[in-house]
């Protein structure tokens, strides 16, 4: 399939790989040149616009920072967009902006997913990403072989937004997740038990998560080094509240860490990974 | 200023009606514009027909609307103020919006050498209707003076803050407070009415304590007598502190409780009392 590709920092890079390693003819634009360079090495073409990368492709991918971001893009691409495009966007923004970038693409005749991913980089390099998708079940089999090339566990969730909506609760499971360990670490030194006996006695139990084994794992390690940077974690999170007021949805434990993370990007923390909460719990009670 | 003067009014709800009654009783010649002709009733006031209109007319103008995009609107929008107003003119801005709202306000408007004070208020109805509106005011000093006999009208407590937008983070802090203390009263009466307790006679007795404030006084009495019919619309207060936490977000400033009541006001907003008073925090907490 003839396949564009539209932002290539370290999720997007990875991903178009996977696409071209996968048989596909992949078209790529990124708004600094020099990120484009490793593709055009692994066979990409490059386009000069993403107008210019819809008027060539089957199915155009987007993965780029924020909402204003993919609404820029996507605007391109229904200038360059010939008919039966497909356009997906796997940035994770909010499920309302997605709606709208949809309704605005649908009015130029191309039909929309919103796919966000989880699965960070280690998952878009392994090809391993989880894929929640909204949109039509027509634009979702147009897309399939695509995102099959770059993750595992894909799920068309519902309509357009549905993926977004996905990707937010992802984001207060995992926000809150990291927090509860974090939380669970700090009570245990506070009362002078070894972190990582707690750990290797709680895999065993109902508390035993992927964060309690990886993420717990760095903090015992106290290695911050991204992975998930505290300030795009924030950013999810502001989705997420942004959201439950516009919907006047009550969510006491997600409004909680977010303010946890606002203080961490307050505070400087904001390119360390989202473990790095720990050391805030630690200050906020003296143990650092 | 003398009296005879011109002024305008836009926004005639709740609190502007009877602020611009004062004005108009203290001798300034009144003219209003309201996107609702029949707001405006038995105002003693003449009628213009856009914003820009009365910018034309008046030396001073007063706008009393209810979010940053309607004074956005009325001042900067087609036939806004500022194709009207001349250059020395002054815009009191006595919403409550954003503090960078504001900001851009002011500076979009000083590009024509249009004053603007952004005049946020503290007293609610009762308050406009008695002139004893606390004015906590950001902008140039000089300008402030200039229109301080109007202000002495319409409260008692003038306070110049700080810059333009100063104003506006004064009064996200008094709406942090205050609602806050109305939650913290809710809680109160919630533990007293559940422990078997008669709520008025512990509202009573804490009046005369460390814990007596005016919400306790007023919203305290409200929740007593179950009378939950606004005073202030609740769905007000649900705005601002969706304004003050993007405004913590924006500077990294980490605020706990502000955010736990703003879940318990999404809360208030998704059982639909958003029009009721904001004492029916209580009927959240009665719900859980």
Known sequence: MKIGFLGLGIMGRAMALNLIKGGHTVTVWARRAESMQPLLAAGALAAASPAEVAGQVELVISMVADAPDVAEVMRGVAQGATAGLVAVDMSTIAPAAARRIGADLAAAGVDFLDAPVSGGEVGAIAATLSIMVGGSAAAFAQAKPAFECMGKNIVHVGESGAGQVTKAANQIVTGMGVLAVAEAFAFASKNGVDRSKVREALLGGFAASKILENHGQRMLERNFTPGFKSWMHEKDLNIVMQTAHELGLCLPGSAATAQMFNAMVGGGQGEEDSIAVLKLLERLSGQA | ?288
């Open chain 2, 1 to 288: 200023m003398k009296l005879g003067l011109k002024v305008g009014f836009i926004g005639l709800g709740v609190m502007g009606r009877p602020m611009a009654l004062h004005l108009a009783q203290a001798g300034y010649e009144l003219f209003v514009w309201a996107r609702r002709p029949e707001s405006i009733g038995d105002l003693p006031a003449t009628i213009c027909a856009t914003p820009a209109e009365l910018g034309r007319c008046c030396e001073v103008v007063f706008t009393v609307v209810t979010s940053s995009a309607d004074v956005e609107n009325v001042a900067l929008g087609q036939a806004g103020l500022i194709e009207g107003m001349a250059a020395g003119k002054v815009l009191v801005d006595c919403s409550t919006i954003a503090p960078e709202a504001a900001r851009q306000i002011a500076a979009k408007l000083s590009e024509k050498g249009i004053h603007f004070l952004d005049a946020p208020l503290s007293g609610g109805g009762q308050g406009a209707i008695d002139a004893t509106l606390a004015i906590m005011v950001g902008g140039d000093a000089v300008v402030l003076e200039r229109v301080r006999p109007l202000l002495n009208c319409l409260g008692q407590r003038i306070v110049h803050i700080g810059p333009n937008g100063a104003g506006q983070v004064a009064k996200a802090c008094n709406q942090m407070i205050m609602v806050a203390a109305i939650q913290a009263v809710a809680e109160a009466l919630r533990l007293a009415a559940a422990s078997g307790v008669e709520c008025g006679k512990v509202r009573q007795a804490l009046a005369g304590g460390s814990a007596a404030s005016r919400v306790l006084e007023v919203m305290g009495e409200r929740m007593v007598k179950r009378d939950f019919s606004a005073g202030i619309e609740a769905r007000l207060h649900h705005k601002d502190f969706g304004l003050v936490l993007a405004a913590a977000r924006e500077i990294g400033v980490p605020l706990p409780l502000t955010a736990a009541v703003a879940q318990q006001l999404n809360a208030l907003m998704g059982q639909g009392w958003g029009r009721d008073d904001t004492s029916s925090l209580l009927r959240v907490l009665e719900s859980a």
